[in-house]
Every structure is written in structure tokens, then in C-alpha cells.
């Protein structure tokens, strides 16, 4: 079996961490070689410290940063990271990555309203990450997809974070419009892709239980192992 690269993704409060856990636990329960990371690398490298610093407001706020500037500090973390990465994919392990590439295009491409400039973005982040920078591209990428409005709450809900120190919340979470933003840019990417699957988490507007979209995103897993 060939290594692969699953990305768990969507807005912040979406339960992407919790989703990356319990789908690793449920490979590794099944036999399979899994290993689990997540972005940015808080605290271990270079541009994630850099990260740290913009999401913290030490930059202005988010969209008074440059989308261009505020995406080169998470292709930056990515690429420091990326010789684990390729490691993992030739051990043909299956590698669980709580965001990637495409949490930087949602949250910064976000910021743009104009669809030509934005597409111009696309191309220019995407040459950035997998042309200069060359990260892997990932294999699948599942989109937990939460209202704004609902993971705004979640939010709220969240543990203390050490990148936060002492913050509830980030200049990404407390911005519920950059939310809205970033999930709708989400859906544009997502839309008519193969390697994008949506997971509605919702039903009549309450969140589904843990364990009920665990099984969603197992189901879509299976697919391609």
C-alpha cells in the first residue's frame, strides 16, 4: 500500500482536531500504519512562531495583512516540516494532517472579494507551496463543514490554547465575517473536485454527535485505502 496524505479541514470550531484523533485511533485500531500531525507547528518551528505572532494581532489584524505576507508564514511552517512528510509517504504510512495548503488558500484567499484576483492567489499560492516550497499534495482532503454562526459558538468552548497566552480566541476566530469568508472559500475549492469530500456536521441545526460524523469520515477514508 501506497503512503497517503489525508488532510482534515474547514473553518475554526469545525472539530478538526478531535476528527484527525479519532480517525487516527480508528486506522491504527484497523491495522493500518497511521501517523497524525497538525499546522501550523506551534512552538517547534521558525514560521509557525512567525504565525503565532499575526494570530495574536502583533501584525494588525487579519485583514489589514496582506493575504500574500499572512500565506507565506504557513507555506513557510509547511516546508520546514516537509522531509517528515515525505519520509512518512515513502515508509507508506498514512499520514492524518489537521489542516494543510488548503486552509491557507480558504483563510487568506478569504480576504479577497474579487473573483479574478482571487483565482490569481490560487495559482500564486499554489506555485508557492508545491512548486517552490515542494509540499506533498495531499491525496484526499475532507471538508468539515459547520455554519459559521455554529462553529462561532464552539469556539467559545474551546481549551486554553499556549499560542494564545491567555487569549480566548485568535484574530481568525473572534472575526466571525472572516469565518463567513473562509467557509465559502472552502465550498469554491471544494466544489466538483475529487479529491474534496464535504461532511455535513450538522442536522436541523445542532451539531451531530462526535462518534455519528466520526463514521461519516471513516466511510469516506475507506475509499481510498
Known amino acids: 500500500m501506497q503512503g497517503k496524505l489525508i488532510v482534515i479541514t474547514g473553518i475554526d470550531g469545525s472539530g478538526k482536531t478531535v476528527q484527525s484523533k479519532l480517525l487516527y485511533e480508528r486506522l491504527m485500531k ?67 494532517s489537521n489542516r494543510y495548503v488548503c486552509d491557507n488558500m480558504a483563510h487568506q484567499g478569504g480576504k479577497i472579494s474579487n473573483s479574478p484576483e482571487k483565482d490569481k492567489f490560487f495559482q500564486w499560492l499554489d506555485k508557492l507551496e508545491h512548486g517552490i516550497f515542494a509540499v ?56 466538483g473536485k475529487r479529491d474534496w469530500i464535504t461532511i455535513d456536521c450538522t442536522e436541523n441545526g445542532k451539531m451531530l454527535s462526535e462518534q455519528a460524523i466520526a463514521d461519516k469520515v471513516w466511510c469516506t477514508v475507506k475509499s481510498i485505502l
Request: charged share 25%.
Open 30 to 96: 484497523e491495522g493500518y500504519p497511521a501517523v497524525i500531525t497538525d499546522f501550523p507547528q506551534y512552538g517547534k518551528t521558525f514560521f509557525a512562531d512567525m504565525v503565532t505572532k499575526y494570530l495574536t494581532g502583533e501584525f494588525g489584524s487579519a485583514d489589514s495583512v496582506s493575504p500574500y505576507l499572512a500565506s507565506l508564514l504557513y507555506a513557510g511552517d509547511r516546508w520546514e516540516c516537509k522531509e517528515q512528510i515525505n519520509t512518512w509517504l515513502r515508509e507508506d504510512k498514512i499520514i492524518i
Open 136 to 191: 506533498p499534495r495531499s491525496n484526499l482532503n475532507i471538508l468539515l463543514y459547520v455554519p459559521a454562526e455554529i462553529a462561532y459558538q464552539l469556539i467559545e468552548k474551546k481549551e486554553q490554547r499556549a499560542y494564545l497566552a491567555g487569549e480566548k480566541k485568535d484574530i481568525h476566530e473572534e472575526d466571525i465575517n472572516h469565518l463567513r469568508y473562509a467557509q465559502q472559500t472552502f465550498l469554491e475549492i471544494a466544489k
